[in-house]
């Protein structure tokens, strides 16, 4: 049984809110800009795609990853109607690093978390209580019933496969399904030691593609058990395929990729030719690209419908954990208004991706009715979400 989706909720750096998330995503708008939250003398890398709200550049504060949740969550409460009161409400939270740049923060710098985002220090200890979502959650919408998955790049995919398993156990009349990351430092530094070129732009499927470049973002949706006559429907969850082939911790394996995909499609009771829309993970790193392409090819075949195929990381950056959910939010708005983003930053595509239906370079139009959500993350966690269009 399908699960409506009630309310969204999103912000990037491209958009702070779903509505002009998506026009930039349309409009090929990039949020890659200069380093402001680090130092940039320390690294050969110069750019990431971060959300502009800190005081000043080089500057950088704790609590930024919660902040981004709680606009979103916030966001997506009220487009559902629920407002601020989430006690009754699970919400489930997909992340790949939680709120470890506060972490760094406070190591380094002694840097001390608002009062309103953290309970004082402990004995000099570590705001560890702050290192996970509940406690912001709870003191904003008073939510009791809270849980992070730090599932990588399909964390937030794999907390909405959770979310749906409650939903049909009658358990829950709604679920809130987020994912959020800020950059970190030790994770910059980190992809900048090993990439011996700094990218430089963000290219999925391009001949010349360097590697992946990090972003910032968090989304959220609300999923209901039915669906009330006075809410707006965005769409509606049919199905979410989701394992773990333990191949390699950074290598995606084609055969555990595909078996994701036939999972969701067999649990969502489509084939593939009943997709229109394919929203592919679309890193920019060469193995990434090529395996998800072949895996998408090997499932769907020569089908005589071959599906649309698009990307949001060009323009987003890696969002990391809210990954998944801000590729699901932009399918359900490529849903309701016929728009699909292209995918940018594409000069030269390869061999396997020009066999597909790809857009890019400018936005198109078409009726989605069936739309697929990819997500992959390190050491095999495979998610894919299969949403149907609002009726």
Not at 203 to 211: E, L, Q
Not at 238 to 252: E, I, K, L, Q
Not at 336 to 350: C, K, N, Q, W
């Amino acid at each position: 049984m399908s699960r409506p989706v009630i309310g969204i909720g999103a912000v990037a750096s491209i958009g702070r809110d779903p509505s002009e998330l998506f026009e930039s995503l349309c409009a090929g708008r990039s949020g890659l800009a200069a380093l402001r939250g680090f130092d940039r003398s320390k690294f050969k890398a110069g750019h990431l795609f971060e959300i502009d709200d800190r005081p000043a550049p080089g500057v950088d504060v704790p609590g930024r990853a919660t902040a981004f949740l709680l606009d979103a969550v916030g966001q997506a409460a009220r487009d559902a109607g629920l407002g601020e009161d989430l006690r009754d409400v699970p919400i489930l939270v997909g992340t790949g690093l939680r709120e470890l740049r506060s972490l760094e923060l406070w190591w380094r710098d002694g840097a001390e978390f608002s009062p309103k985002l953290s309970a004082p220090l402990e004995q000099g200890g570590p705001p560890s209580g702050r290192m996970h979502f509940g406690t912001a959650l709870r003191e904003r919408f008073g939510a009791v019933d809270t849980h992070t998955f730090s599932n990588a790049c399909s964390a937030s995919l794999y907390a909405l496969a959770l979310a749906v398993d409650q939903l049909d156990s009658g358990a829950v009349e709604h679920v809130i399904v987020a994912g959020t990351d800020s950059i970190t430092e030790s994770m910059f530094g980190l992809t900048d030691a090993f990439q011996l070129e700094p990218p430089g732009r963000l290219r999925p499927f391009d001949v010349d593609r360097k590697g992946t470049i990090l972003g910032e973002g968090a989304g959220a949706i609300v999923l209901a058990r039915e669906p009330d006559g006075h809410r707006r429907v965005h769409g509606r969850v049919r199905s979410v395929g989701v394992n773990c082939d333990a191949h390699h911790t950074t290598a995606p394996l084609q055969a555990g990729v595909a078996a994701a995909i036939r999972q969701a499609h067999r649990r969502a009771g489509v084939k593939p030719e009943n997709v229109d829309l394919v929203m592919l993970h679309g890193t920019g790193t060469p193995l990434n690209d090529e395996v998800e392409v072949r895996a998408l090819r090997e499932v769907f075949g020569e089908h005589e419908r071959v599906p649309l195929v698009t990307a949001v990381k060009s323009m987003t950056g890696h969002t990391a954990g809210s990954a998944g959910v801000l590729s699901l939010i932009t399918a359900l708005r490529a849903m309701s208004t016929g728009r699909i983003p292209p995918v940018t930053e594409l000069d030269e595509p390869t061999e396997d991706v020009s066999a597909l239906r790809l857009v890019h370079t400018t936005e198109a139009t078409g009726r989605v009715e069936v739309a697929q959500v990819n997500g992959f993350g390190f050491g095999g966690l495979n998610a894919v979400a299969i949403l149907e269009a609002a009726r």
